[in-house]
């Protein structure tokens, strides 16, 4: 008889042992599923296990250069010298290390922490950043590796016109170099400012396709503003770069792209905008190609060129609208070449 009460206690601690913790299971779930928060996923995001770029040693740096050899010299700019190098785990790279004199003016600036923020812009048309590297007299950026070709050299460089850009890839190039901008200016918080939109700082890929560089940089040069690219609240009333400066950067870098001429320190502004305001299109576009056979296209494309320079920064269009408007015209050109 004591025996079977024992083992009717048992049945009943079991029972609700059981039940609790079938009940503890239960809260747990509803707490975790209540924590729980869904990703946010696009294409212009960054993965969301992307963390950013790691800081690499000197030594690492030099090991990637070969010794900063001049042989792997691939560019040279306003910023400093660009190599292409090889990473750790093997990736070709493209590294660019500060000029000194640069480096010094800019000693207080904490270059870590912006580079540290600027590699979390990831999007199809701008150069990743991948890495960086601080020590004393040395600011380096490393970024992937798009090529050696940029649109300066497409448009201006290229003297035996074999690989000039037709006139649906310059539309495309306009267009990609909005949508990165676009990224950089309404994606990203808080906004970067790129700061010096112009050829050589958009690089053109394997697939033709424009990539913006050296995006958030210019923290690095404040005093040198490029003439031709930075619009007037800049150059002559000291203002700050900003979202309109950049704005107007893409205009001259589209009066290019439709000219074939240099900026030549602005002098491409003065003369494109009576012949854009009078539609003498015959003497705007690049006569090495010849009349493009969408006109309607490109005097679209001169008109908004023209609205980006030829306005104050108040009454400036802004990205997210340029974009829109080359996007169209970019689908609508595709469309009718039956690429879509």
Partial sequence: MIHLEHAATYDILMTFLSSFLVILFLILLVLICRNKRPPIESEESPPINQLSARQYSLMEVDMATDGFNPTRVIGRGRLGIVYAGISPNGDLIAVKRIHPNLVLSNASIGFSTTLKWLSLSHHPNIVQIKGFSEAPGERIVLTEFVGMLNLE????????????????????????????????????????????????????DAKFGARVCDYGMWFMAPARVELGYVDRECLVEKKRVSKECDVYGLGVVMLEILSGRRSEGGVLVEWALPLIKEMRFNE??????????????????????????????????SIAHVSAILNNLEQNQEQKQGFL
Avoid at 176 to 186: D, P
Avoid at 289 to 316: Q, T, W
């Fill in 153 to 204: 050299y497409y448009l201006h460089e290229n003297h035996d016109g074999v690989s000039l850009l037709g006139w649906s890839r310059r539309l495309s190039v306009a267009a990609g170099v909005a949508r990165g901008i676009e990224y950089l200016h309404e994606s990203m918080a808080p906004s970067i400012v790129h700061g010096c939109i112009k050829p050589s700082n958009i690089l053109i």
């Fill in 284 to 317: 705007l576009l690049d006569r090495r190609l010849g009349m493009p056979s969408e006109m309607k296209v490109f005097v679209r494309l001169a008109k908004v060129a023209s609205a980006c320079v030829g306005n104050s920064r108040k009454n400036r269009p």
